[in-house]
T-cell receptor
Framework: AQKVTQAQTEISVVEKEDVTLDCVYE???????LFWYKQPPSGELVFLIR??????QNEISGRYSWNFQKSTSSFNFTITASQVVDSAVYFC????????????????FGQGTILTVHP | DVKVTQSSRYLVKRTGEKVFLECVQD?????MFWYRQDPGLGLRLIYF???????EKGDIPEGYSVSREKKERFSLILESASTNQTSMYLC????????????????FGPGTRLTVL
């Protein structure tokens, strides 16, 4: 069975602080994808990044960066110089194929981390 | 831009009522999903569909059914609403992969907050 754990339920920071959101996953599959989504107060989840299990390169996109480490089954997300607009719920998710080799893109989500950035 | 719309943002129903939640996407996606979101539990998959009239149970299908008569529309049905079905319901769609395997991103609607009294 697949499982995603986001141990940090809530994080509160002051603007311009760096913040890291942790994500730990469990799967027996060798091929899988990891995702991060952002859910602002409007409610609609917004896709941030997808990473496959064969690509352990870290990725940077502006103030966002992601650290994927297969050895620790972690896919952590760092926001540098946080801003008030970063306040949202952030979800980490995992997609794998089932025993029959199909997945149809099903996602297993973590519990989510509520990030509040204060001015 | 992909657009996923849900019929209502807020809905209040009474215990025992039959409830329909509608979702429409405009990008010709084969895959569609229904999740419920509860505090501390994240999003949990209720049902999904990979083609018209095709559906599969997700992790928490009990008390729900779905209908997909047209490719763009995926309905979630609560046959007899109960108070423990009070939740945020999110619909999503994604393009297909190859041979049933897809790792494409999902596009989400704004959600329907359902309250069952």
């Amino acid at each position: 069975a697949q499982k995603v754990t986001q141990a940090q339920t809530e994080i509160s920071v002051v603007e311009k602080e760096d913040v890291t959101l942790d994500c730990v996953y469990e799967t027996r599959d060798t091929t899988y994808y990891l995702f991060w989504y952002k859910q602002p107060p409007s409610g609609e989840l917004v896709f941030l990044i997808r990473r496959n299990s064969f690509d352990e390169q870290n990725e940077i996109s502006g103030r966002y960066s992601w650290n994927f480490q297969k050895s620790t089954s972690s896919f952590n997300f760092t926001i540098t110089a946080s801003q008030v607009v970063d306040s949202a719920v952030y979800f980490c998710a995992l997609s794998t194929a089932n025993a029959g080799g199909t997945s149809y893109g099903k996602l297993t989500f973590g519990q989510g981390t509520i990030l509040t950035v204060h001015p | 831009d992909v657009k996923v719309t849900q019929s209502s943002r807020y809905l209040v129903k009474r215990t025992g009522e039959k409830v329909f939640l509608e979702c429409v996407q405009d990008m010709d996606h084969e895959n569609m999903f229904w999740y419920r979101q509860d505090p501390g539990l994240g999003l949990r998959l209720i049902y999904f569909s990979y083609d018209v009239k095709m559906k599969e149970k997700g992790d928490i299908p009990e008390g729900y059914s779905v209908s997909r008569e047209k490719k763009e529309r995926f309905s979630l049905i609560l046959e007899s609403a109960s108070t423990n079905q009070t939740s945020m319901y999110l619909c999503a769609s994604s393009p297909p992969g190859l041979a049933g395997v897809s790792y494409n991103e999902q596009f989400f609607g704004p959600g329907t907050r359902l309250t069952v009294l």
